[in-house]
């Protein structure tokens, strides 16, 4: 990894993981302040302008970053593509803001407020060129702009969010931070891209490549959320609270591995335009090591911690959730390695075959959760077995899709090698603390203290490759800033 892909996956991870930190810092202030009922409101109403989000943006954010990545030597050609995506991309928002402001006069009263103040989102989203910068591989500018609205919105809602009846000014407040952080973005264009005057044949051209990064999102976002959708139906509420709350912590481990697929897209687009298809096999070993240096300690921590990582980061009322965490912690490796060779079919202009993993692991979920729920009554056990299957169905396809560029020893050579050394890295350490007579909290943090150091310790001693790639360009700009 040079020094440029590393410097943007420092950025790009710290912004992924505020933007899944700083909420879950927030709600257990908002859901006590603002109760169950108000809250759920706000993330029904939120669910609903997901949809529509969905429909406005269609595929640019992906099919953009990568077709500006090809053409980052070229001022000319990314200008006149950034227009055309600008342009199209304007046109969706607005029809479907005509469908959404029908779909408010017709929707109960109840909820009018929310949707009119979601309506600035419909702005937000045409000021979003966060994919232009990412194509570009800047990624410092998305990061620290939209990393310093949302840190500012979070100080705002413990400053002014006291009683239910704040929900409407939660809403706002949020929706305006994502539309403040998108308008940051835009100065920085000015030396980036010539004007472009709107020509409809040009951007007609680019549809047949926006719809197919499009119907991998509609699959992703079908299973997703039909997961919950689901469990709601056929279970019990309780089901559904566990298996959310173990996903959040799901997800925000993985926003680790989420931000090196970030950086790693418009890289690999930007060589594969080149010819340079050796560059690109190597930096799938990269991935390989990479997720597998990551994933596997994160699920041998689950194992170990969980029982008590649950009830003291939840609640003791959450112990039924420990088995769902151990379920779902293979996640780390499954979603990582889909994450990745997601990235690299994307960028390889291969995403027909993304389209084809995401859309059997829909179908697999779908069915699965039929037989887990209507069947055997499992509740969100079943919902996190159906989940994990899925994804591994996804995942395999895409290895299948990518067999001309991976090495299928690599998967092989990093779970034993990342394995060993993250066994020997927190299994004794972790055993003997579990055994002393300390509180659960402080097992919990001396556990996961004294796992992280030994384990890069262990890397840094063997003069471990991913490790040094990944951490010596930015410890050398620390050094440099300092």
Known sequence: MNSKL??????????????????????????????????????????????????????????????????????????????????????????????????????PQKYRLLLIINLLSFVSWIFDVSWYFQGMENFKVTAIRNGLVKILATILIFILIKKPIDVALYTFIYVVASLVGNLTMVPYLKNEIIFENFQIRNILKHIKGILGLFLPVVAIQLYT????????????????????????????????????????????????VKGLHEEIRKLSKLAINFVCLLGLPMIIGCLICGNIFVPVFFGAQYKPAIPILYILSILFIVLGFGQILGGFLISTNRQRYYTVGVSLAAIANLV???????????????????????????????????????????????????????????????????????????????????????????????????????????????????
């Open 225 to 272: 959320v039909l997961n919950r959708i689901m469990l709601g139906a056929l279970s019990i509420s309780t089901q559904v609270s566990y298996f959310s709350q173990i996903m959040t912590v799901i997800n925000l481990s993985l926003s680790i591995i989420s931000a090196f697929v970030g950086v790693l897209t418009p890289h690999i687009a930007n060589i594969y």
């Open 368 to 482: 699965l959760n039929l037989i887990f729920l209507m069947t055997l009554h499992m509740g969100a056990i079943g919902v996190s077995i159906a989940t994990v299957i899925s994804e591994s169905v996804s995942t395999l396809v895409q290895v299948y899709y990518l067999r001309d560029i991976l090495n299928m020893y690599d998967f092989f050579d990093g779970f034993l090698r990342y394995g060993c050394i993250a066994a020997i890295s927190i299994l004794p350490i972790s055993l003997w603390i579990l055994t002393t007579g300390l509180s659960s909290l402080f097992k919990l943090i001396l556990i996961i203290i004294c796992s992280i150091l030994l384990y890069f310790t262990i890397l840094l001693l063997l003069k471990d490759k991913t490790f040094n790639y990944m951490m010596n360009p930015i410890i050398r700009k620390v050094y440099r800033n300092r």
């Open 6 to 107: 590393s410097l943007n996956y420092f950025y790009n991870l710290m912004y992924q993981f505020l933007a899944i930190a700083l909420p879950i810092i927030t709600v257990p202030y908002v859901s006590r302040t603002l109760g169950a009922s108000a809250l759920g409101e706000y993330y029904y109403i939120a669910a609903i302008v997901s949809y529509f989000n969905i429909f406005a943006i269609l595929g640019t954010t992906d099919y953009g970053q990568r077709e500006i990545a090809k053409r980052q030597e070229n001022k000319t050609e990314r200008s006149r593509l950034f227009w055309d995506i600008l342009y199209f991309r304007t046109m969706c928002t607005l029809l479907t803001l005509v469908i959404y402001i029908i779909f408010i006069i017709v929707f």
